[in-house]
DNA sequence: AAGACTGTTACCTA
DNA sequence: ATAGGTAACAGTCT
């Protein structure tokens, strides 16, 4: 669940089914996921409830009424869940029970998410090192990004600390749109050439949350349905290349993307 | 049935 | 010292 387009479709999630409920029970999982010892976040969250939520990159963050907040981070596979049936699922490793009955999950199978607790927005920004959140951020901010940054573009844009919210999937999506080869130097690129990842980044990111929150596919001309090796690409000229890229899967046509 | 997968980070090598 | 590459985490799916 996890760049920033899905998480914005769990904050929408807690948004309209999760707040201003009284939390009555809290049951922690696997330790591992824990950021603090499990017994603050009971003591925390007991007789608490979310007021807001507030999303920084791939890092939700829910306001808790008598201050600070809860912070999810979904790792690969984390999603929320708010039901009133009495199964829980077995991979949920936070589970809230409210005062109307209903209950809340994290559920997350491979146990790469995250957990924390933290006062302060701009504390946890700091703490994690999070660049500016990738839909907030305007063109001239962006192009400013690129000055002196080196190493390969799509690095640089999966960095986190670079700019929040980007990765693997829509990484190689908005450098399709643009054109733009993944291992390309970013010193080499020029202003057009940022200012068309900006575009596309944006709408990248704005496309994919309308198809989710509305139940639509992505679009076929979009490369993300078209990540096998071999596949035709959707322009129509050549065949879809598959190389690695710091460390992940990356998927390109060598005809439209351009090495710069 | 081996290998891939939307993320992050510790650890290695140059 | 720093940058870039790799392996590891862990479960599910093909």
Same mark, same amino acid.
């Not at 029970?25 to 007991?46: H, I, R």
């Not at 936070?94 to 146990?111: E, G, H, M, V, Y």
């Not at 400013?144 to 670079?162: I, R």
């Given at each position: ?25 809290? =049951?922690?999982? +696997? %330790?591992?996921? *824990?950021?603090? #010892?499990? /017994?603050?976040?009971?003591?925390? !969250? ?52 409210? =005062?109307?009955? +209903? %209950?809340?999950? *994290?559920?997350? #199978?491979? /146990?790469?998410?995250?957990?924390? !607790? ?64 993944? /291992?390309?130097?970013?010193?080499? !690129? ?71």
């Amino acid at each position: 669940m996890p760049e920033l387009p899905e998480v914005a479709y769990q904050k929408m999630y807690v948004d309209s089914t999760s707040l201003h409920q009284k939390i009555i029970k809290v =049951d922690c999982g +696997a %330790k591992k996921l *824990f950021q603090s #010892p499990q /017994k603050d976040f009971e003591v925390k !969250l007991l007789k608490n409830e979310f007021t807001a939520t507030k999303q920084i990159g791939k890092y939700l963050l829910l306001e808790l009424k008598n201050s600070g907040y809860l912070v999810i981070h979904f790792g690969m596979t984390g999603k929320l869940d708010y039901f009133k049936h009495d199964e829980v699922d077995k991979h949920a490793h936070l589970t809230l029970t409210f =005062d109307n009955d +209903a %209950k809340f999950s *994290f559920i997350c #199978p491979r /146990k790469f998410g995250k957990l924390f !607790l933290t006062e302060s927005v701009e504390a946890f920004r700091e703490q994690q090192d999070l660049g500016p959140h990738a839909t907030d951020i305007g063109e001239k901010e962006f192009q400013k990004l690129f000055d002196g940054k080196k190493g390969s573009v799509k690095t640089a844009l999966m960095d986190q600390s670079f700019i929040a919210g980007l990765g693997n999937l829509y990484v190689d999506e908005l450098l399709f749109h643009s054109g733009i080869h993944p /291992k390309s130097k970013a010193e080499k !690129l020029n202003d057009k050439e940022i200012s068309s990842m900006y575009k596309n980044m944006k709408n990248v990111l704005d496309t994919v949350f309308k198809s989710k929150t509305e139940g639509n596919p992505i679009p076929k001309t979009y490369l993300r349905p078209h990540r096998t090796e071999g596949e035709n690409c959707p322009n129509g000229k050549g065949k879809i290349e598959m190389i690695k890229v710091g460390g992940r899967s990356t998927y390109f046509c060598p005809e439209c993307q351009e090495i710069k």
